[in-house]
């Protein structure tokens, strides 16, 4: 005889899979969270480039954080520069003033970010670089990288993690320079370009 269980296993969906997201549309996106620079400060620069997978095609949900010294490489340490509004606690954007070296950016629909922030200045031996941590589909954790500026030949030549990569890896560390003050930098998950990226212990 044959029974049928309505909650038996023969009958139960299967358990959906567990993705990585991307869930970073809710929360983590601010009101300017990329003006890192405050306003009308005179070493103010622009970073931009496309996040692109290992099929070339530019990610519309990537997400990223960048940090970065002052001009003169100091690592900043002032308090936040967000606002909050004080009847609903939501984000207002950065109040303008303080350099926290430190921004959240999301990619457009076209795969697009771009920031504001300070030139960094050289921190001991290294070149001038902004550090980045990007979250996209399909990693199972985010990936660390740098992006050091073209100004500066001699620098990046003496700089320890670039001289030991060879040219065409270590172009994808540096900016391309468009034009005073804009800078642009792409980020390739895989494939032919791949960016560097980076492993801290």
């Given at each position: 005889?044959?029974?049928?269980?309505?909650?038996?296993?023969?009958?139960?969906?299967?358990?959906?899979?567990?993705?990585?997201?991307?869930?970073?549309?809710?929360?983590?996106?601010?009101?300017?969270?990329?003006?890192?620079?405050?306003l009308g400060h005179p070493d103010t620069l622009?970073?931009?480039?496309?996040?692109?997978?290992?099929?070339?095609?530019?990610?519309?949900?990537?997400?990223?954080?960048?940090?970065?010294?002052?001009?003169?490489?100091?690592?900043?340490?002032?308090?936040?520069s967000l606002r909050r509004d004080q009847a609903?606690?939501?984000?207002?954007?950065?109040?303008?003033?303080?350099?926290?070296?430190?921004?959240?950016?999301?990619?457009?629909?076209?795969?697009?970010?771009?920031?504001?922030?300070?030139?960094?200045?050289?921190?001991?031996?290294?070149?001038?670089?902004?550090?980045?941590?990007?979250?996209?589909?399909?990693?199972?954790?985010?990936?660390?990288?740098?992006?050091?500026?073209?100004?500066?030949?001699?620098?990046?030549?003496?700089?320890?993690?670039?001289?030991?990569?060879?040219?065409?890896?270590?172009?994808?560390?540096?900016?391309?320079?468009?034009?005073?003050?804009?800078?642009?930098?792409?980020?390739?998950?895989?494939?032919?370009?791949?960016?560097?990226?980076?492993?801290?212990?």
């Open positions: 005889m044959t029974t049928t269980d309505p909650g038996g296993p023969g009958t139960a969906l299967p358990t959906p899979s567990h993705t990585v997201g991307p869930f970073y549309g809710y929360a983590l996106p601010f009101p300017g969270g990329g003006d890192i620079a405050p622009t970073l931009r480039g496309y996040v692109y997978d290992g099929a070339g095609d530019p990610l519309p949900d990537a997400f990223l954080e960048l940090w970065g010294p002052d001009p003169a490489g100091n690592v900043p340490d002032v308090d936040g609903t606690g939501g984000h207002l954007g950065r109040n303008g003033v303080e350099f926290t070296g430190w921004g959240r950016v999301q990619t457009d629909a076209d795969g697009h970010w771009y920031a504001r922030t300070l030139r960094p200045g050289a921190r001991g031996r290294s070149a001038p670089y902004v550090s980045v941590c990007v979250f996209a589909r399909g990693l199972l954790t985010h990936l660390f990288t740098r992006i050091y500026l073209p100004d500066d030949e001699a620098a990046l030549a003496a700089d320890p993690l670039l001289s030991r990569l060879p040219d065409a890896r270590r172009d994808t560390l540096v900016a391309a320079r468009e034009r005073d003050g804009v800078y642009r930098f792409d980020i390739r998950l895989q494939g032919e370009g791949e960016t560097v990226f980076l492993e801290f212990a």
